[in-house]
Structures are given as C-alpha cells and as structure tokens.
C-alpha cells in the first residue's frame, strides 16, 4: 500500500469514528463549529447560489448556509467517510435541495463550472493531494466563484510546531501549510488569491477566487 492510499485509509477510519459525536455538544464540536460559523459569515451568499462543503461531516456548516438565504439554492456536502455522509443525510432527510457524496476530496464525482461558493473547514491539512483538491476546487467553480479554506497555518514558529508535534502523534495526519503555500497552490490551480483572515492563534481562512 502506497503512502497516499494509506493515509487516505486512516482518515476514512478517523472520521467513521468521529460521525456517531460530531453532533455533540461538547469543547471540540464547539471549536470547530465556531470556525464553521465565522467561515458562513463571510460567504455573502446569495439566494439561488450553488454552494460546496469539502469535508462537510455531518453537514453543520452546509445547513448553516443555506438557512443564511432562506433554503434558496443548491448545497452539496462532500466527504471521505461514508458514516460521515450517512449521519448528514440522516439529519437533512425531506430537504431536497440538499445532497451529500462521499468521495476523496481529490476526486469529487460532481459537475464543473457550478459552484459559486466552496468552503472547507478543518480538512485540508489531512489531504495527501492537496494538488488535486486545488484542481477539483477550481474545476468545479464557476467563474468569479470563490473558495473559502480554514486551516491552521504554519506561518509562525508555534504553529510549525503544532505541525510537526500532531505529526508524530497522528498518523493520518498529513501537512499544515504557510499562507504563502496557500496562495502558490492556488495560483497553480489557476486561481486568483484574494485575502486571508486570520482567526484564533494559528488558524487563517484562505480565499481566492477563479
């Protein structure tokens, strides 16, 4: 087995056993769900839209956006676990505007030049092909869409320090990137950086647009 494949392997039993407590309240749903809702907030999403969570779990962050716009649109959530995905359509059964796949982020069975917003939030760090995401992502915007990527960022000495330390402890973890690694991968997947935000310690929100 392949590095690659194996990571892909240890993230798929990772989140499989993260579906059955995603929805719990408790301090590690509430931090993650705090990025998710500071991510939604800049979106200025717009009624009709198509909109894209890579990474989506249960589909928190997805229903978060579409109450912004009164249920108007499309929204597709995405991930690598199938219990993931089964726990989301559960909990959004009877919304038919809503739609859940599981896939590798790198290879997403979905249309290109249709979305107008694509979010991942707390994922991309644990992705072997982060090239191959960044293409995907660009493949599937329309254009002027954007994408919105919240990560923990290596750009200061203590976050270089959280990647290699989650490194050891955790092996289906893959890399933390830099802002200036965010905006070169971007750039080689054709699109156009925009801004950074930053949140919290280490964590920034990457936005670029096609």
């Known amino acids: 087995m392949d590095r690659t494949t194996e990571q892909l392997e240890l993230n798929k039993k990772k989140w499989d056993g993260w579906a059955r407590t995603l929805d719990d309240e408790n301090r590690r749903n509430k931090f993650l769900r705090d990025g998710q809702r ?13 909109f894209l969570d890579i990474g989506c779990g249960t589909g928190w962050a997805l229903n978060l956006a579409a109450q912004s716009v009164d249920n108007s649109g499309g929204f597709y959530g995405v991930d690598l676990s199938l219990k993931m995905i089964e726990k989301a359509k559960q909990n959004y059964r009877g919304k038919e505007n809503f739609h859940f796949v599981q896939a590798d982020a790198g290879s997403i069975p979905l249309d290109g030049n249709f979305f107008d917003v ?6 991309f760090h644990h992705y072997p092909r982060p090239a191959n995401v960044m293409s995907e992502i660009n493949r599937m915007l329309k254009r002027g869409g954007k994408v919105y ?8 000495l203590f976050g270089k320090l959280i990647n290699r330390i989650i490194g050891i402890l955790e092996a289906e973890h893959v890399k933390m990137y830099s802002t200036e690694e965010f905006r070169s991968m971007f750039a080689s997947a054709g699109m156009n950086y925009v801004c950074t935000e930053a949140m919290g310690s280490i964590e920034k929100i990457h936005i670029a647009e096609k």
Request: net charge neutral; proline share 7%.
């Open 118 to 123: 694509i979010i991942c939030t707390h994922s």
């Open 38 to 50: 500071r991510v939604v907030s800049l979106l200025q999403l717009k009624p009709n839209s198509n």
């Open 149 to 156: 990527i919240l990560d923990p960022a290596t750009d200061t």
